[in-house]
């Protein structure tokens, strides 16, 4: 029973120890929204709509915070040219950037298929990125690698490393 006494005095002891979070550490959302919509306005043309079930604004940090967000890139004509879903995403709404993670698929057009856990979309440059592993199926064949450099339409990708893939694709030697 004197085990147990002891056992029970340190516990109690080193709990107390233990910070407990306080109303200052604990940062609340200056604003939450129910389905959240958004259109890109930081640049001169609207490059994409996001929706989501739910957003959570951080005004000192420009960030909103958006669950189960669905995002719309716009063509040169404003036409839907790739569709992106994910758990979650980040904007940042003074720069138009967004971060998008957990199960990324990115759908073009021309039916190509990005798969990857995390990537970031910068708005000034008009692109997408990630270090993450990356799985990209298209009419042409696979490819997967790690990391990631491309546009939003998946016209141009970059694969940083470890790529291996297969093709219909041929190169005739001369």
């Not at 129910?34 to 940090?61: C, I, P, V």
């Amino acid at each position: 029973m004197k085990r147990i006494s002891w056992f029970l005095l340190i516990l109690a002891s080193f709990c107390t120890q233990i910070e407990q979070p306080s109303a200052e550490t604990v940062e609340l959302p200056d604003q939450i929204v129910d389905n959240f919509q958004m259109e890109e306005s930081a640049s001169e043309k609207e490059r994409y709509a996001l929706t989501g079930k739910r957003a959570f604004y951080y005004n000192k940090h420009n960030r909103v915070v958006v669950h189960d967000p669905e995002i719309e890139f716009y063509g040169p004509r404003k036409e839907v040219s790739a569709h992106v879903v994910c758990d979650s995403g980040i904007v940042n709404d003074k720069s138009g950037d967004l971060v998008a993670y957990g199960d990324v698929v990115v759908t073009t057009e021309d039916g190509t298929v990005l798969r990857t856990d995390s990537l970031v979309w910068f708005n000034k440059r008009a692109e997408i990125e990630t270090d993450a592993m990356v799985f990209i199926t298209s009419p042409e064949g696979t490819i997967e690698g790690k990391g990631l450099i491309s546009d939003a339409y998946l016209n141009r990708i970059e694969i940083k490393e470890e790529v291996s893939g297969t093709t219909e694709f041929s190169v005739d030697e001369e």
